[in-house]
């Protein structure tokens, strides 16, 4: 078991430090990275945990956890209740991460957020365009319950 699993968050992020300082050329460097920014998230360490994905994403622009990385940005900024912010995240990943599984989710927190700034039409607008785009996904009976709602 690992030190993430065993929701030992401080330990992990250790490890994977000294991973990254010890083989700072291998290819698991970006993966723990992006742990450490996982393990952040866990302990409700937001502003630390969007610091950490943002220069996760900076340094390993490439990498197919980019996506991940964002959309845990916007997670921490809607946490944290910055839901402007959070929407600029999500729709980052609309714009940039059309192809990734996070992208037809990202609509939905972005509803979320409208919804949470007491923006109904727009919160509306978001949660229909989930059951345009993917009437059968697994949001569209969140989007469809979330209508009822606005």
Known sequence: MSYFSLKNYDDAISYYNKLISLFPKHNLCGDAFYSIGECLYQQEKFQECII???NFSQKYSNDELVSSAQFLIGQCYFRTK???DAIASFN???QNHSKSSLSIQSYLKIGDCFYNLKQYEEALEKY??????APKGEFADDAAYNIEWC
């Open 52 to 54: 950490a994905m943002k």
């Open 128 to 133: 229909k365009e989930i059951i345009k785009i």
């Open 92 to 94: 980052h990943i609309i």
């Open 82 to 84: 910055s839901f402007t």
